[in-house]
């Protein structure tokens, strides 16, 4: 009996201490996600602030600070299978505008949030993908609950690279709106497909005020 409670209290600080080290490196792989998700915020705020990048105009523009976002919530970044279309044929995604822009569909990502699955499909720009800086950029538009309520109501979009195997990241942290949210004369920008539209409250990324002349 008596090696039985010595045995005892000898594997109870090893659990102790091996629970502790899967705690701190959790904690240190969220930090090292938030620190990514600050960054995303604080970038997009100085594009926003740079008079040779942001979309704002006249007292928007002067009357800007930051943008408002939800709060930061991991539950909303999720790693998501990833299907390639292997034969991906070129279509002209229609605009707010009423022209279209050239795209092609990439791949489909398969997630959960709360225990519901949900695809989004990721497309790839024809004009980019020829340009060396942007040939691995992909591009994610989205519509979600919030649409028309916290955010606009166009949907947000999400920048993606090529994954290099069989799932992707997605952080719906770093999504935002699109330029046409804050000035619709100036900019021509990708309509959510109907494929997109997801039956589920994004409540992450940039919300929107209404404030703007769009």
């Not at 997605?170 to 699109?178: G, R």
């Amino acid at each position: 009996m008596k090696k039985i409670i010595l045995l005892l209290f000898a594997v109870i600080p090893l659990l102790m201490f091996s629970q502790k080290m899967k705690t701190n490196n959790s904690l240190r792989n969220n930090s090292t996600e938030i620190k990514e998700i600050k960054k995303f915020q604080s970038d997009l705020n100085k594009e926003y602030l740079n008079k040779k990048e942001t979309p704002l105009r006249g007292d928007n523009f002067e009357n800007f600070k930051a943008h408002p976002f939800f709060p930061i919530d991991l539950k909303y970044r999720v790693t998501a299978g990833f299907v390639k279309n292997e034969n991906p044929e070129p279509f002209d995604l229609p605009t707010s505008s009423g022209k279209s822009k050239s795209y092609q569909e990439f791949g489909k990502a398969h997630f959960t949030i709360d225990g519901k699955s949900y695809t989004l499909t990721i497309y790839q720009s024809l004009d980019l993908m020829k340009m060396e800086k942007y040939k691995d950029y992909l591009f994610l538009p989205f519509r979600d609950e919030t649409s028309q309520k916290e955010t606009y109501g166009g949907g947000k979009y999400m920048d993606l690279k090529i994954p290099k195997g069989n799932t992707i990241v997605l952080d719906f942290n770093q999504s935002y709106q699109p330029f046409c949210a804050y000035n619709a004369y100036d900019y021509n920008c990708p309509i959510v497909p109907e494929e997109n539209k997801l039956l589920v409250e994004i409540r992450a990324g940039v919300m929107y005020n209404d404030i703007y002349h769009h």
